[in-house]
């Protein structure tokens, strides 16, 4: 089974923008002027496009909020969430 690709959806403050980045990369994915347009129905999805990946979804406090596989069925088994 292939690995899911990681992203992190954090604020950055230089920016004032919400950034989709690639864990591994560090490259920028997509930027966003919310978070709530970041995490609206169907936005992270498409911004990972067909082979999908996990997001960590930060707070503004740089904590982390939740996490989201896409698509759903590569969530691993013995996950809590």
Known sequence: MNR???????YN???EKWVLKSD????????FDTKEQATAGGV???S????????????LDDKYQEER????KKDPKKSKG
């Open 44 to 46: 992270l999805k498409k």
């Open 69 to 72: 596989t896409f698509p759903r």
């Open 24 to 31: 591994k990369t560090n490259q920028t994915i997509k930027t």
């Open 13 to 15: 403050g230089h920016k």
């Open 4 to 10: 899911l690709k990681k992203y992190t959806l954090g």
């Open 48 to 59: 990972l496009g067909n082979n999908g990946g996990s997001v960590k979804i930060k707070k």
